[in-house]
């Protein structure tokens, strides 16, 4: 007997759906079996995780808080990955928005009505992550430089540079040696719609419709598609590679300039220590498991937050690891991504005969 | 006569003609390699049948065929690569089952295939080396240069065994692919078309290996459908067709001419029916066209040609004569080095491929999988694939995904598309329908010129067919095509007028009407037009 993979003749619409569900599911019974043997009840802690992401008001606003940045990287990086540029520098991006938000902030606030500050906060920081995610976009078109390594290694750049910051010449002079910028004048805070929970919420979730709609019923998301999908076809009707991932590059780096911006001026109110704590690599997580669609990136996001939040409300309830809910992330991704071959391939179990009796 | 056809080798040609003689003064008296009945079947496919291969040792064998002949096939059942349904193998006259390329390897017998197998970054000894069965762990690199340095100079085969692979040539390369097989003690080489990656200098060099080495007692089948080089290279020639043995000759007692016969296999061409119709102005004008292909060197030399409004112009050749470039530079995918494209009447040189498109050009692309469409799209954006820029199917920039609908519905029932739903994904269709959705999005796009390469390559009977008769079809409605085709009968029949190229230059014009195979054969092997009825 013989289990071969066997090419579906079309795609299974249903596999789409029930792919991401059993995986999570998979999923879920993998940590339950990692739980057993750390000797904690699996069913408890589930529901312990529940109650922390969801349990309470003040709570699910803590959750739609982790959401936001990873929606809104998540978009940034759907939007790369469509074009089969593998962009991980979405941390790099929001790291560089929030320098260039601060900045605006700390240095241009005499100079500008106080109207002013914040809208251009979030046009620089966007330019910012704009510009960060341009640099490996120029080097892959010009050079064919590995996006992989250049976006990678930019993240640094951008995170040390911002510790040299808040280290060093914008360390608040008040601050009693505490690693971080003077706390912004009020005016440029963004605000805030329910507990901690600010206005880049409604930012992620209109640009993740405005997104969807741009990629799917626009002239310009019909050839990312085509580039993305083959790359000799788009040549061949005409379509202008280079220019076209470089746009989509920098839009993919403003909309994480944007979750940087947003960070900075809805929860710190300043540059700090606990910027990047890894929203854009966590963004890679949630752009794939949503299939690079902007509608479920806002529910993947949603659902990885509540993961964070859940895993740090176990910890300070049950003595357990916060880290069980980063396991869990993991081990989400694994069944997602060997299950993704169902939806093109079906398993089938052949008996074999004795066809080859006579060879040999 | 001869002298008149082999236009780079024709020198090389007579000074080995002399070895031809060879075999018969040795007195050999079992082949060393004896292949009989060799039948191999791929689904819908009878890759070989019932060939038989015989190779004596000193002796070079030429496998000649068109395209898809089954040339490679067969000899990568004798080199491992696949097993043959049916038919024996025998090596120095004992039956020998080949399993797997070590097999073939442990009995002599090595295969240097046309893309060459090895590391860039390694050096010269180091890939010779590499794979071996019985290497030592931390093999002694001095012993090992010394041994290559030993054979290169036995059989002049020059490379320096410490450079790395990615700093040679071609030619160089193909030495160390070369050295590579003797090192293991090949006795049989198998070279798949040897010099089609190689400068004519350099296939004058590897004639003179193959003749040292077959002075040392080995043995060399070689693949081509080059005719000077089956005159230059070989002692006998087997010409395959459509998979079967077709005939064996001594490659001194045969001719051009003849081979280039066998080798097409059909003596009449058929024309399909063609209404006359009246042709209009030049679309197309090309003059003293070159260019280069991706390793720079020249790919296309002087080429001239004009098509006008509803004619057709073929374009025959073997493949590799800079067919592929002269489709690129029409369509904007490659630039020329010197020359004029002019379309209708327009300066079109070196252009971006959407300026070719807006002045009304369509491209059914020869690699329709890697150009044609995005398998990952569906059926009605493929269809869309072309015309998304203008209305009705756009208007300021959004998409009208219910025209784009109605659109592909009317293209998928004009051209018969085979496919459940417009939504389908095209990956999903089968090549004639994937080829269906191609033709039908640049046909419906077309304003008058049709660059068509392979349009029908690898189709069954019917979609062949369907394909051929839109070619006309549009013809008469007044566009002009370029087809570019490897199947003589489809040039004859559907083409007013054949171009044939050979190594980059055209070797002629002539009207179907009055082309035969042989003519078409003799030009395809680098004849003038001119000389051919000489």
Redesign the interface.
């Known amino acids: 007997m013989r289990i071969v993979f066997e090419k ?4 299974s619409r249903k596999a789409i759906f029930l792919v991401p569900l059993a995986s999570f599911f998979i999923s879920l019974i993998l940590t339950a079996i990692l739980l057993a043997i750390f000797k904690a009840n699996p069913f408890v802690t589930f529901i312990a995780m529940f109650k922390g992401a969801f349990g309470s008001w003040p709570n699910f606003t803590e959750t739609l808080v982790k959401a936001t940045p990873l929606m809104l990287t998540g978009l940034g990086v759907l939007v790369a990955f469509r074009l089969k540029f593998w962009n991980i520098g979405a941390e790099g991006q929001l790291t560089l928005g929030g320098i260039a938000a601060s900045w605006v902030v700390l240095f241009w606030t005499p100079f500008l009505p106080p109207w002013m500050v914040l809208p251009l906060a979030i046009l620089v920081g966007m330019l910012a992550g704009a510009f960060w995610a341009g640099i490996p976009a120029l080097l892959k078109v010009r050079l064919k430089v590995d996006e992989v390594l250049t976006t990678l290694m930019l993240n640094y750049v951008a995170i040390l540079f911002a510790e040299h910051l808040y280290y060093g010449p914008w360390r608040d002079p008040k601050g009693f040696g505490f690693p971080g910028t003077p706390q912004f004048p009020d005016f440029t805070w963004l605000p805030r719609i329910a507990g901690r929970a600010h206005l880049g919420l409604i930012f992620a979730l209109v640009l993740a419709l405005v997104l969807w709609f741009v990629l799917n ?6 050839e990312l ?2 580039i993305g ?2 790359p ?9 590679i280079a220019k076209n991932i470089m746009t989509a590059l920098l839009l993919a780096g403003a909309l994480a300039g944007l979750a940087g911006v947003c960070e900075v001026t809805g929860i710190s109110r300043r540059l700090q220590q606990g910027l990047s704590i890894g929203y854009g690599y966590t963004a890679i997580i949630v752009a794939w498991l949503a299939q690079l669609n902007p509608i479920a990136t806002i529910i993947v996001a949603l659902l990885i937050a509540a993961l964070l939040v859940g895993g740090d409300q176990v910890q300070m309830m049950m003595g357990l690891p916060a880290s069980m809910g980063l396991v869990l992330q993991g081990m989400l991704l694994f069944p997602m991504l060997a299950g993704s071959l169902f939806t093109e391939y079906r398993l089938r179990i052949i008996k074999t005969k004795l066809r080859d009796a006579q060879s ?1 | 006569m001869i002298i008149s056809i082999c236009q780079p080798y024709a020198l090389c040609a007579w000074p080995f003609a002399n070895f031809c003689f060879r075999r018969e003064t040795k007195k050999v008296t079992t082949p060393i390699l004896d292949m009989k009945g060799i039948t191999k079947r791929f689904p819908n496919v009878v890759a070989n049948e019932n060939v038989d291969v015989e190779l004596y040792p000193g002796e070079v064998l030429a496998l000649l065929g068109e395209n898809g002949a089954g040339k490679s096939t067969l000899m990568n059942v004798l080199a491992g690569m696949y097993r043959a349904d049916a038919g024996e193998i025998f090596i120095r006259g004992k039956r020998v ?1 080949i399993d797997s390329p070590r097999d073939a390897m442990r009995l002599g017998i090595g295969m240097i295939h046309q893309n060459f197998m090895l590391v860039d970054t390694m050096t010269v000894a180091e890939n010779i080396i590499l794979g071996l069965p019985d290497l030592p762990f931390v093999p002694n690199m001095v012993d090992v240069n010394g041994r290559i340095r030993q054979l290169s100079e036995r059989y002049n085969l020059q490379v320096d065994p410490d450079s790395r692979i990615w700093q040679l040539s071609v030619g160089e390369q193909q030495r160390v692919e070369i050295l590579k097989l003797i090192y293991r003690g090949a006795e049989i080489l198998i070279l798949d078309e040897p010099t089609a990656v190689l400068t004519p200098q350099e296939a004058k060099e590897l004639n003179g290996i193959l003749q040292q080495m077959t002075r040392e007692g080995k043995s060399a089948i070689f693949i081509t459908h080059k005719m000077e080089e089956v005159i230059a290279f070989s002692d006998w020639v087997r010409v395959l067709n459509k998979g079967r043995l077709v005939t064996v000759k001594q490659t001194n007692r045969t001719n051009p001419q003849e081979l280039a016969r066998l080798m097409v296999g059909r003596d009449v061409l058929f024309r399909l029916e063609k209404k006359d119709h009246d042709l209009g102005d030049v679309a197309l004008e090309l003059t003293d066209v070159s260019a280069n292909n991706d390793k720079g060197l020249p790919a296309l030399q002087g080429i001239s040609f004009r098509i006008h409004s509803g004619e057709i112009l073929g374009v025959a050749g073997v493949a590799g004569n800079g067919q592929k470039q002269l489709v690129e530079i029409l ?3 490659r630039n020329v080095s010197g020359g004029k494209i002019r379309i209708f009447n327009e300066d079109k040189t070196n252009k ?7 002045s009304g050009v369509s ?1 059914i ?1 020869a ?1 329709r999988i ?8 569906s059926v009605a ?1 493929n269809l ?3 015309c ?2 203008k209305p009705p199917l ?1 208007r300021k ?3 009208h ?1 219910a025209r784009i609908l109605d659109l592909a519905r009317r293209m998928i029932d004009l051209f018969s598309i085979d496919t ?1 739903t417009p939504q ?2 095209a990956k ?1 269709l089968s090549g004639g329908n994937i080829q269906k959705t191609i033709l039908a999005r640049e046909i419906d796009a077309c304003r008058g010129l049709l660059i068509a390469a392979y349009p029908a390559r690898g189709l069954d009977v019917g979609a062949t067919e369907f394909v051929r008769k839109q070619m006309i079809a549009q013809s008469e409605a007044g566009t002009a095509i370029l087809l570019v085709s490897e199947d003589l009968e489809e040039l004859v029949g559907v083409a007013d007028n054949i171009a044939v190229l050979f190594e980059g230059k055209v070797m002629g014009i002539l009207p179907s009407n009055k082309a035969d195979t042989e003519k078409l054969g003799m030009m395809m092997a680098g004849v003038k037009l001119e000389e051919t009825t000489a």
């Open positions: 579906r003749k079309t795609l019923r626009t002239r310009w998301g019909f598609q085509v999908n083959n000799g076809a788009a040549q061949t009707q005409g379509i202008h040999g | 089952e369509t904007g995918l971006s491929p959407l300026e070719i498109i807006n491209h692309p690699d890697a150009r044609g469409v995005a398998g990952d799209m954006n869309a694939m072309k998304y820029r756009v920039g959004f998409l995904p459940p389908t994904h999903f």
